[in-house]
């Protein structure tokens, strides 16, 4: 029997818990504090970036900062994965948080001297994408110890939705100590925020594996990684859970967010031409920026509240295509307030489609091999965000960000229904896993 039916046959389970994770004392404060270290990842990105800008002034440069933060989980995710299947995954979170803190402490040694160049910040804008890939998989994997299968549901969306908590108030943060504090005070500040979290590790008695039932923990090794790929090869679902990860990402991933200021200036504020005002288009801006943050936000606290979707093949790829469509409208739209709402149910989506698909991935993994399997999920679900520049940024730089993002949420679209009929063909369309049903 194939490890999707397997699941599959565990359907006769109580209905989890409302905000079943946020109840959970072990998980909660890690929540909090994963929060607090995706706000931190977020004020280093606002404060280092402007820093460099101002030095620098160099596009190439800029656009390496979005290469070198996600090239590292596309290349790094697998061997990570398996740091995570090996060894204590409180230790191997924490050494990306220490390297978070590291690299923080590094640009602010940088700024107080005045001896900032750019191959210094190359090396640390790497490794500062290193840190996020570390963390990825020894995350995951330390959030199904804390609440087990049944709730793991509850455990990843909300995890979700606590780091677009982050990612929403790390650039107000970021600003604020930016202009209150300078960007050397202000880095060195921002070492605090990573603290919460680490401090947390040394306390939680889980390390990833206590549910694993004396499951022996995988080597780690080039072969053995290879051996994990194959395995993951065979299975439908598995094989389309991430390839929708890596769709959403490689189509559209990052770069709505950094062709925010085009589509701000064309929009203006409340639907004003184009053109009419600096202030107009500066206003427009700010509330894209946050529809696109807050629908993850928002996405994350109403499917906990609600109940309603539950982790199946069918609902990722309707939520991934959802998130295709309103990508391709507002594309094309010329209505400010539709825009909004376009980017607000996006988020909703985006958040369901990832949340749905890294549970569907995490259930259905060999328990031995779970990290690995995570670790390919983040190769696609977040390596692949890296190839956004190119579907989005650099075509439009050819024929214009509306055309290139509208073609690109076409991919989605079109990518999506290919990717369904191959994971749903010849099996009903039932839950994944009754264990994981919310």
């Known amino acids: 029997m194939c490890a999707a039916c397997r699941v599959e046959t565990h ?3 109580r209905k989890p818990r409302r905000f079943a994770a946020l109840r959970n004392k072990d998980c909660r404060p890690y929540l909090f504090g994963a929060a607090l270290a995706m706000m931190a990842d977020n004020i280093e990105h606002v404060i280092t970036y402007w820093v460099l800008w101002e ?53 602010g040694v940088l700024f107080l001297t005045g001896t900032l160049q750019v191959w210094h910040a190359c090396v640390l804008l790497v490794l500062h994408g290193v840190s996020g890939a570390l963390w990825g998989p020894g995350e995951q994997l330390l959030l199904h110890d804390f609440v087990g299968a049944e709730e793991l549901p509850s455990a990843v969306r909300l995890n979700a939705t606590f780091r677009s908590l982050g990612v929403l108030f790390g ?7 930016l202009l209150g504090l300078g960007p050397t005070a202000g880095i060195f500040v921002n070492v605090l925020f990573y603290l919460p979290l680490t401090l947390f590790l040394f306390r939680t008695k889980f390390t990833g594996h206590t549910r694993d039932n004396g499951v022996p923990r995988a080597r780690v090794g080039l072969m053995d990684s290879v051996r994990v790929l194959k395995a993951v090869g065979g ?9 929708l990860g890596g769709l959403g990402s490689f189509f559209v991933g990052a770069s709505m967010q950094s062709a925010m200021p085009i589509f701000a200036q064309d929009l203006g504020a409340g639907g004003a031409p184009a053109g009419e005002g600096v202030d107009g288009a500066s206003l427009a801006y700010g ?6 943050g807050a629908g993850g936000v928002i996405g994350g606290i109403l499917l906990e509240a609600t109940g309603r979707i539950r982790p199946t093949v069918l609902a990722a790829v309707i939520s991934t295509a959802v998130y295709g469509v309103t990508s391709l409208c507002f594309a094309v739209t010329t209505s400010y307030p539709l ?10 989506a985006n958040l369901a489609s990832m949340s749905i698909g890294q549970t569907v991935v995490q259930l259905l993994a060999p328990p031995a091999d779970r990290g690995r399997v995570i ?18 940024g650099l075509l439009g730089a050819a024929i214009g960000v509306h055309w290139s993002l509208g073609l690109s ?30």
């Open 235 to 243: 299975n439908h679902t598995l094989v389309s859970m991430i390839i």
């Open 339 to 348: 825009a909004v709402a376009l980017l607000l149910v996006g988020g909703v």
């Open 375 to 392: 670790g390919v999920y983040g190769v696609s679900a977040n390596g692949l965000r890296a190839g956004s520049g190119f579907t989005v």
């Open 409 to 438: 949420a076409a991919g989605l679209c079109v990518g999506t229904v290919l990717a369904g009929v191959y994971a749903l063909r010849g099996r009903k369309s039932v839950p994944v896993g009754g264990a994981a049903s919310v």
């Open 287 to 292: 509330v894209l920026l946050f529809a696109n």
């Open 11 to 13: 359907t006769e389970v």
């Open 171 to 177: 650039p107000v943060v970021g600003s604020a100590l």
């Open 55 to 107: 030095k620098f002034h160099s596009p190439a440069l800029a656009g390496f900062q979005v290469i070198s933060h996600w090239v590292p989980f596309l290349l790094f995710s697998v061997y990570f994965g398996s740091l995570a299947d090996r060894f204590d995954c409180r230790r191997v979170i924490q050494a990306g948080q220490a390297l978070f803190m590291t690299v923080s402490a590094a640009w």
